[in-house]
């Protein structure tokens, strides 16, 4: 794993200020201390950052073709690249290197821009071609990895594989853009391919960027997305054998390594599915590694520790103190712009823990995306249910009127939250879908935002994200239409990008073989029963384990990867939160109603509502705008 930078002219052929680049580059000296490598030429600088992982001896960045006309930077992994070697050597081309890297350039070569669709794995990267005189780059199909650029006031353009590799660069316009904090304060980071400053983008997934010396920036070009024709017409059985042989066959390709390979271990179904197949294909013990909590309404550790004496890991465990909010701070420069899943604390202390036994370590991310795991998703389908009974043209004013005028408790399971259920069914599938993930609700957003910026939004709402996606997700199922969503939305802006950075924080790899895209489009085209059966999230997902994990680990509720928030805010971070929230930085930045946001707290702290995610969000925006970036941050 790695992180990429580089400047490209546009329109001449500048030589570029090695100081400058090395500065980008070493911003992100974390995704690979253990190399770094420059390339320069006129119009053209090109950086990178080494993680050892594959051919510890020969793949040092940038990395060239025969003629060194074609370089290329790259952050990720191609795990297909064994087989692609033999198809392109037969072409002619010549192999100098064991490196997944190369295949890259002599793809290039041979297919184009149509080389992405031949690879296989999480991968950001950007090639030069000087014959061409063509910069490419190139995002995976499910945003593992981040690829990050802009176009700087001195017209050069700009990537990294983090935000903070632009912020290095004095040109970048700063400037936070008013709907990037509206998708923030919705979602819970700036969906793509928006960042919190209006002169940064993000490359989409599965998307490539073809930039040419003296054209105009052109639009991004989708390379894949993912279908859900729900029409296999699979049995049970046969669908029980395909789905482990393919399990295997992806867990197969991420165990190649030349350094010490583990897996996370939360005592979930995803992760305990990794490490059982980990351990069917392994000659010796897996390591495992696992955070435990010290308060028992968040701790899984036993069902960690089950998994892991079934299978006789080297497992390895450290305690979480329930009141380890020292991160706070620290999180605002890990992710560069604002991010407010608080599960990214406990995320930064198990890529701390297994950075101190692995350099690679596999996870169960993204199966709940495709599985059909989340509980709102049964919830979802429920209320569409009830929304299908009644046209929307009724719906709208009867339950919206009445989860107007009812109470709200937030104290009750949703389920049996009425006012939640009659918002939910006074809209769409897609509003009703954005409403139930939103952290601040329409209304709360709105009472939060000063009138001023108010103004500012010009009538935008992060819905807009969800209307954009649905638009393109060529399904009106209910449960295909909310998967598509997430594996635009939140897999990637919250998921991925939460993993990305604090693995890389400890120089950790994490592999995802859950979202490998084969596996992605085979489950898309099943039929939801093999998803959801009754109550039971990921139906198929768990028969196919029942051989191989207990059943308390299958089939006990979910838990998640949380950590106290409700409590902390009441407590030990009372006074924090207080005088962040009402202080002079949410003041001076014009965005917010400073009485609204003092009554969230007085109403949280005193117990009338819950308000901890809203407060967590508010927090780490706080931190954000206090943070090290320097320049004009208004809006």
């Known amino acids: 794993m790695c992180g990429i930078a580089g400047l490209f002219d546009l329109e001449g052929r500048r030589d570029f200020s090695r100081e400058l680049v090395t500065r980008m580059s070493d911003v992100q000296y974390h995704r690979g201390p253990d190399e770094g490598g420059y390339h320069f030429e006129p119009g053209v600088a090109l950086a990178h950052r080494r993680l050892s992982i594959i051919d510890l001896a020969t793949g040092q960045q940038p990395l060239f073709n025969e003629d060194h006309t074609v370089a290329v930077v790259f952050n990720g992994e191609i795990y297909n690249y064994q087989s692609l070697v033999p198809e392109l050597q037969a072409l002619g081309h010549v192999f100098r290197t064991h490196s997944d890297t190369e295949v890259i350039v002599h793809a290039w070569e041979a297919w184009g821009e149509a080389c992405v669709e031949r690879f296989r794995g999480m991968f950001a990267f950007a090639l030069w071609d000087r014959n061409r005189q063509t910069l490419f780059l190139a995002r995976d199909r499910l945003g593992v990895k981040p690829l990050f650029y802009g176009v700087m006031s001195d017209g050069s353009f700009a990537f990294g594989s983090e935000l903070k590799v632009l912020m290095a660069h004095p040109g970048l316009d700063r400037r ?12 819970g980071y700036a969906a793509e391919p928006r960042t919190i400053f209006k002169g940064a983008a993000k490359l989409d997934p599965g998307h490539t960027l073809t930039l040419r010396r003296g054209q105009p920036i052109p639009a991004s070009r989708p390379y894949w997305d993912v279908r ?79 998994v892991a004496d079934r299978y006789h890991t080297n497992h390895h465990v450290e305690t979480v103190m329930s009141d380890d909010f020292d991160l706070i701070d620290k999180l605002s420069s890990l992710y560069d712009e604002p991010y407010a899943d608080s599960s990214a604390i406990p995320t930064y202390r198990v890529c701390e823990l297994a950075r101190k036994h692995v350099t690679v370590a596999l996870s169960g991310d993204g199966g709940d995306e ?3 795991g989340y509980r709102r998703y049964r919830l979802h389908l429920m209320e569409q249910r009830m ?101 635009k939305t939140y897999l990637v802006g919250d998921i991925n990008t939460k993993v990305d950075r604090a693995s890389m924080a400890h120089s950790l790899e994490v592999r995802e073989p859950l979202m490998d895209h084969p596996l992605v489009e085979w489950l898309a085209g099943l039929p939801n029963d093999l998803k959801i059966r009754g109550q039971e999230g990921k139906f198929l997902f768990k028969k196919s384990l029942e051989p191989a994990l207990p059943n308390d680990v299958l089939y006990r509720p979910k838990m998640g990867f949380a950590v106290p928030l409700a409590r902390w805010f009441r407590g030990p971070l009372k006074d924090r939160v207080r005088e962040r929230l009402t202080g002079e930085v949410m003041a001076g930045c014009g965005m917010f109603d400073m009485d609204q946001l003092a009554r969230l707290v007085a109403d949280h702290q005193s117990g009338r509502r819950d308000y901890s995610a809203p407060l967590w969000t508010l927090m780490m925006f706080e931190s954000f705008l206090r943070g090290p970036a320097n320049g004009d941050r208004s809006a």
């Open 387 to 487: 929304r299908d009974a009644m046209p929307l043209g009724l719906r709208r004013p009867l339950f919206g009127a009445l989860g107007h005028v009812y109470p709200k408790a937030d104290w009750a399971p949703r389920m049996f939250r009425a006012k939640t259920t009659f918002q939910a069914l006074a809209r769409d599938a897609v509003e009703a879908y954005f409403h139930s993930v939103s952290i601040l609700r329409n209304d709360l957003r709105s009472q939060v935002f000063s009138d001023s910026f108010r103004r500012e939004l010009g009538g935008y709402n992060a819905l807009d994200v969800f209307r954009r996606h649905a638009a393109n997700a060529q399904t009106d199922d209910p449960l295909a239409q909310i998967q598509y969503l997430d594996l």
């Open 370 to 372: 495709s599985f059909g």
């Open 176 to 187: 936070i853009d008013p709907l990037a904090v509206e998708e923030y304060f919705a979602l």
């Open 228 to 306: 859900f024709t729900l029409d296999n017409p699979i049995k049970l059985d046969d669908a029980v054998a395909e789905l482990n042989a393919r399990l295997h066959e992806s867990i197969r390709l991420r165990m190649i390594s030349e350094v010490p390979l583990g897996a996370f271990l939360s005592g979930g179904v995803d992760s305990s599915a990794v490490v059982a197949t980990m351990a069917d294909l392994s000659a010796g013990p897996v390591n495992t590694c696992s955070i435990a909590f010290d308060d028992p309404a968040f701790n899984e550790s036993e069902f960690a520790r089950m």
